[in-house]
């Protein structure tokens, strides 16, 4: 049974590098793209981004200067950057597994996110 | 503002039918897979529908998909309490390069 878990700060002041870490346990990161997706409190979701485990990364046209998303294959983790955020980035952000295999039709499963609040 | 197009609320007496519709364009809906997600209050999303129609293992078959050129549909039969959640439609987009989400629907059930 694959499960994803996020890992990192809580609060992050404005203007400074927001850094996320999902720890995938129960697969292997090869064969699948994986991805981060984020959801505003009370708003909808809004994707971020995927990573293939040999490097190939998909960001969000509207986030695309300020994301890197990382992979870390010896320690089954993918990572997320987002540089210079601001209040409007405050989210729970998800990590997900892309499926099927080698393509993006769609997300499953999902971390139980973790909420980031961008606040002085 | 959300490039796939939901109601942003539906509701539905227990035991009827409901059915969310999600519109899009010929670069996303018209040219790739569409994914229903279900998000019950306080909790991540759990994919429900895959590949326009197909349903992951343990998810009952009251809940169904269609697509249609540039627009799907999510149904839900023999409506439930538990089925209170919000439900949001996704999809790959082919000019962006990114999958794209609709705003979401609420779904209650009265």
């Known amino acids: 049974q694959v499960q994803l878990q996020e890992s990192g700060p809580g609060l992050v002041k404005p203007s400074e590098t927001l850094s996320l870490t999902c720890t995938v346990s129960?697969?292997?990161?090869?064969?699948?793209?994986w991805s981060w997706i984020r959801q505003p409190p009370g708003k909808g979701l809004e994707y971020i981004g995927f990573?293939?485990?040999?490097?190939?990364?998909n960001y969000n046209p509207s986030l695309k200067s300020r994301v890197t998303i990382s992979v870390a294959t010896s320690k089954n983790q993918f990572s997320l950057k987002l540089t210079s955020v601001t209040a409007a980035d405050s989210a729970v952000y998800y990590c997900?597994?892309?499926?099927?295999?080698?393509?993006?039709?769609?997300?499953?499963?999902w971390g139980q996110g973790t909420l980031v609040t961008v606040s002085s | 503002q959300s490039m796939l197009t939901q109601p942003p609320s539906v509701s539905a007496a227990p035991g009827q039918k409901v059915t969310i519709s999600c519109s899009g364009s010929?670069?996303?809906?018209?040219?790739?897979?569409v994914a229903w997600y279900q998000q019950l209050p306080g909790t991540a999303p759990k994919l429900l529908i895959y590949?326009?129609?197909k349903r992951p293992s343990g998810i009952p078959d009251r809940f169904s998909g269609s697509k249609s050129g540039t627009s799907a549909t999510l149904g839900i039969t023999g409506l439930q309490t538990g089925d209170e959640a919000d439900y949001y439609c996704?999809?790959?987009?082919?000019?962006?390069?990114?999958?794209?989400f609709g705003g979401g629907t609420k779904l209650t059930v009265l």
């Open positions: 997900a597994r892309a499926l099927p295999p080698g393509e993006v039709n769609c997300f499953d499963p």
């Open positions: 129960g697969d292997s990161l090869t064969n699948y793209y």
């Open positions: 990573i293939y485990y040999g490097g190939t990364t």
């Open positions: 010929s670069s996303n809906i018209g040219d790739n897979y």
């Open positions: 590949d326009n129609n």
């Open positions: 996704g999809a790959w987009d082919s000019s962006l390069f990114a999958v794209v």
